[in-house]
């Protein structure tokens, strides 16, 4: 080859970005469907969430049979889940699994951090650059980057200078991690540090806790799957995944179809006392069907929990600084916990509040507050992440006129039915921003996603078209039906990443919604609506 020549670029017919649960499906069904495709993933392996988030502590927050894949019997039949809500190292052997079982690795180039997506109007083609210099071209691109995939890593002052190991949840070193006799330091209380604590709490000589903003925290309830359980489990896979499909999020609960208003004092404390003694997120999602719309039902699912904490931490001015006072229950997140306020009577911790003393800078042997210097062996990023759009905002997406992504989606984004936004031609994004499987348990709704979107570009290949992009009026009408659809829910009146709100990032407190909480069945049909229509609202040529 001459020096002046270039090698070919290879070219595909779908370009997937990510190799977690919702990557590896729409590779099986490209597959499935005859087309070529190609995964590019940062890391060395599959798992994308389960790969990253190494932490102690790290698991399911939703039942484990309900998140497995429900598209092979053949993985139904052979995989036994050992807890009920399985950890982080089981997660990912079920997803190295999953790509054995399949050769999914054959078609997945590994370490490919992608920079830049350029669409090519001259030939209705992707043009995907990666780090390594590395390009591919292809005919439809697909994200599969989930929207907790980008770690928000502060910017203290002498973080540099600290002179013993510090990280990032979500950058987790792969060797063992040992807290015995350690002092540590935990910056952060929200759903990754409520795990990540109770594990550092147990071992540890000191454990400093940095909290801002306590958070409503609910018992997880795990325990172990016994053979005879999986059997039974196994056997009733078919109705399982019939309810996580018709039910609000997903999840195998769904709301009480009883107002909490509606019902007497006694009845309504003794579902909150079921609930708060039962496993995962019924309290959350399972609860009356008017605690996460009305303000006065919130109020008594409020007042229940905060009386819970304040009788299970033992120092009752501590229990205060653990009780929200700007959120009622559930109306964000709700991190799940196994033992969390009971960390907070033992003797080795200490709760921080930066609200009375704030971090001034890192030193080298710990965190320097306003009133003092704490000292560490080792110091947890515990910051969350830059939610639903840092991972968009990570890759320079060009689209038509070589407008990017960022300037679009610059007020906040806009899509059509969650899966793909106007002036990016030939581009899908699963478990994209305004999105069903946003506020969902997530392998229900990216199963939905990856079978929708591969049956609509199975048909697009069968055909002479080339281009299909999406029409503005649809996409007005989706975004304004997303936005209607938070306005009843308490969510919207909470800052929150729900909300696109960040008080880590400098400038994000411009309030837009960015999941979808119509539900997954009125999702699913509208979806499906959309497709017996013709694919109405995509303009196809």
């Not at 039942?63 to 598209?71: A, D, L, M, N, V």
């Not at 989930?146 to 002179?163: R, W």
């Not at 001034?360 to 062996?377: A, L």
């Given at each position: ?13 779908i370009?997937?970005?990510g190799?977690?649960?919702?990557g590896l ?37 939703s039942e ?9 019997q ?5 995989w ?6 399985s ?6 052997r ?12 054959e078609d ?6 992608v ?5 090519d109007e001259?030939?209705?083609e992707?043009?995907?650059h ?5 390009r ?7 994200t ?6 980008k ?7 002498g973080?540099?200078d ?9 950058r ?7 807290f ?8 952060g209380?929200?759903a990754?540090?409520?795990?990540l604590?109770?594990e550092?709490?147990?071992t540890?000589?000191?454990?400093t ?5 306590p958070?409503w925290c609910?018992p ?6 016994e053979?005879?359980?999986m ?5 009733r896979?078919?109705?399982?995944f019939e309810?996580c499909?018709?039910?609000f999020?997903g999840?195998i609960?769904?709301?009480?179809r009883?107002r ?8 309504r404390e ?5 609930l ?9 999602i399972g609860n ?15 007042d229940?929990?905060?009386?819970k ?11 205060e600084?653990?009780i929200?006072?700007?959120?009622g229950?559930?109306?964000r997140?709700?991190p ?12 080795n911790?200490?709760?921080?509040d930066?609200?009375?003393?704030p ?5 080298t ?7 003092r210097?704490?000292?560490f062996?080792?110091i ?19 689209g038509?006129n070589?407008r ?6 610059e ?12 002036g990016?031609?030939n ?6 921003p ?18 929708w ?20 009026e ?10 209607e ?7 919207s009146?909470v800052?929150?990443?729900?909300m696109?709100v960040?008080k880590?990032i400098?400038g994000?407190d411009a ?6 909480v ?5 999702y ?11 694919y109405?609202?995509?303009?196809m040529?």
């Amino acid at each position: 080859m001459k020096e002046d020549e270039s090698p070919e670029i290879p070219s595909y017919g779908i370009v997937i970005i990510g190799a977690g649960v919702s990557g590896l499906y729409q590779l099986y069904k490209s597959r499935e469907i005859g087309v070529s495709a190609l995964v590019l993933e940062s890391g060395t392996d599959v798992g994308g969430t389960w790969y990253w988030n190494r932490y102690p502590g790290a698991r399911f927050d939703s039942e484990s049979y309900s998140y497995g894949y429900s598209f092979s019997q053949e993985l139904l039949d052979e995989w036994d889940w050992q807890e009920r809500f399985s950890a982080q190292p089981e997660n990912l052997r079920y997803l190295q699994h999953v790509s054995n079982r399949f050769s999914l690795s054959e078609d997945i180039r590994f370490e490919s951090i992608v920079t830049e997506c350029i669409f090519d109007e001259t030939c209705d083609e992707w043009e995907v650059h990666v780090e390594d210099g590395f390009r591919v071209r292809c005919r439809f691109l697909v994200t599969a980057i989930g929207i907790l995939s980008k770690p928000l890593i502060p910017d203290f002052e002498g973080m540099d200078d600290f002179k013993g190991p510090s990280f990032h949840t979500a950058r987790w070193p792969h060797d063992e991690v040992t807290f015995e006799g350690k002092r540590v330091g935990v910056i952060g209380t929200g759903a990754t540090a409520v795990q990540l604590i109770q594990e550092v709490a147990k071992t540890s000589k000191q454990l400093t806790i940095f909290q801002r903003s306590p958070n409503w925290c609910a018992p997880l309830h795990n325990s172990p799957i016994e053979s005879t359980e999986m059997a039974d489990i196994r056997s009733r896979y078919d109705d399982i995944f019939e309810r996580c499909r018709n039910s609000f999020s997903g999840f195998i609960h769904d709301s009480d179809r009883r107002r909490a208003l509606e019902v007497s004092p006694e009845e309504r404390e003794a579902l909150y006392e079921e609930l708060y003694a039962s496993p995962g997120f019924g309290i959350w999602i399972g609860n009356f069907r008017d605690v996460l719309v009305d303000e006065q039902a919130n109020a008594t699912l409020t007042d229940f929990i905060a009386q819970k904490i304040r009788e299970r931490v033992a120092d009752p001015k501590l229990a205060e600084k653990l009780i929200p006072t700007d959120h009622g229950f559930g109306t964000r997140r709700v991190p799940m916990e196994s033992g969390y306020y009971e960390v907070y009577n033992q003797e080795n911790v200490l709760l921080v509040d930066l609200n009375e003393t704030p971090i001034e800078k890192i030193t080298t042997d710990g965190i320097q507050c306003s009133d003092r210097e704490h000292p560490f062996d080792l110091i947890v990023y515990a910051t969350g992440f830059d939610a639903v759009m840092g991972p968009y905002n990570s890759i320079n997406f060009r689209g038509l006129n070589g407008r990017t992504l960022a300037e679009k989606w610059e007020a906040g984004p806009r899509t059509y039915l969650g899966l793909a936004t106007a002036g990016f031609p030939n581009m899908f994004t699963l478990v994209g921003p305004h999105n069903a499987s946003t506020f969902c348990n997530m392998p229900r709704c990216i199963e939905q996603n990856v079978e929708w979107v591969s049956t609509f570009i199975e048909q697009l290949f069968s055909s002479d078209i080339r281009r299909v992009d999406v029409e503005f009026e649809a996409e007005d009408d989706w975004t304004e039906h997303v936005h209607e659809s938070a306005e009843r829910m308490l969510f919207s009146k909470v800052d929150s990443w729900f909300m696109g709100v960040n008080k880590n990032i400098a400038g994000r407190d411009a309030r837009t919604f960015m999941l979808y909480v119509g539900g997954l069945p009125r999702y699913t049909e509208l979806c499906d609506e959309v497709a017996r229509d013709s694919y109405r609202g995509f303009v196809m040529s």
